[in-house]
């Protein structure tokens, strides 16, 4: 499909901010609501996007978004969701970061950290913290994803277990409404599983355009957790249910 340069803005903002809609679009594009469920009903055909009441939402399936495409997904909310997990991880403390471009924000306000110990499974974690020379960095072994950095499977798993540390800071590829964590991977799955059992203390970081999302294997539920760090408010269903298993929620400014 040749996308209009419209279709090609709106499919932008879908991959942007998860879901878009009818009414907000016409505005910004000055044309009408027709003209606009039309780009919708053509951009789903298509297989790009699926329609829900009121809009549209990125399309789900079995396969994640490519690396390099996610972490320009919302930078400037992964950046600030970063800045504030890092605030509530004090200096002399151990944790271990799994996959993610939102854990990979994390690291690189660990910079000034001093006598941390961070264990990962994440490359591109590792070559950030290698700038801090207060820093001892435990790289896991395993199997390398070439696309996106990840070392994943059984020995990254016994790699894990090796370790008891203070905080796990974990991304997720999908939040559900109902607060369960999921994700594409099975192998990087069972890697983030052992990463909450080894962690005493266990912190999300996602950005609100994974509510929108979905995927196949479930990680964990929030209830598991002890703090999510996202860029806007849950959904008030979550947020009671958050409220009930004592998991925090903190909103960065963004």
């Known amino acids: 499909m040749a996308l209009s340069f419209r279709q090609s803005e709106i499919l932008d903002i879908a991959r942007s901010e998860g879901r878009v809609v009818v009414e907000s679009l016409a ?7 027709q003209t606009i469920r039309r780009d919708l009903t053509e951009l789903a055909d298509a297989g790009l996007l699926d329609r829900v009441h009121g809009g549209a939402v990125m399309r789900t399936g079995v396969s994640n978004i490519g690396y390099e495409e996610r972490r320009r997904m919302n930078d400037v909310a992964k950046a600030a969701i970063g800045r504030l997990c ?11 970061l799994n996959l993610g471009t939102t854990t990979e924000a994390v690291a690189r306000e660990l910079l000034n950290h001093t006598n941390i110990t961070v264990v990962t499974n994440n490359i591109n974690v590792a070559n950030t913290l290698v700038g801090n020379d207060s820093c001892e960095i435990m790289v896991a072994g ?5 696309s996106d950095g990840g070392l994943v499977g059984d020995l990254t798993s016994d790699f894990i277990g090796q370790f008891k540390v203070d905080y796990a800071i974990i991304g997720t590829s999908a939040l559900d409404g109902d607060g369960d964590l999921l994700d594409f991977d099975l192998p990087e799955v069972r890697v983030s599983r052992a990463i909450i059992r080894q962690s005493r203390k266990v912190f999300l970081v996602v950005d609100a355009s994974k509510l929108a999302r979905s995927a196949p294997v479930r990680l964990a539920s929030l209830a598991e957790l002890d703090a999510v760090f996202t ?24």
């Open 27 to 33: 505005e910004r594009f000055n044309v009408t609501l």
């Open 231 to 254: 860029d806007k408010p849950l959904p008030d269903d979550l947020m009671r249910r958050c409220e009930e298993w004592e998991t925090e929620v903190h909103v960065a400014s963004v």
């Open 142 to 146: 395993g199997a390398l994803r070439r």
């Open 86 to 96: 890092a605030q509530s991880i004090p200096n002399n403390s151990s944790m271990i």
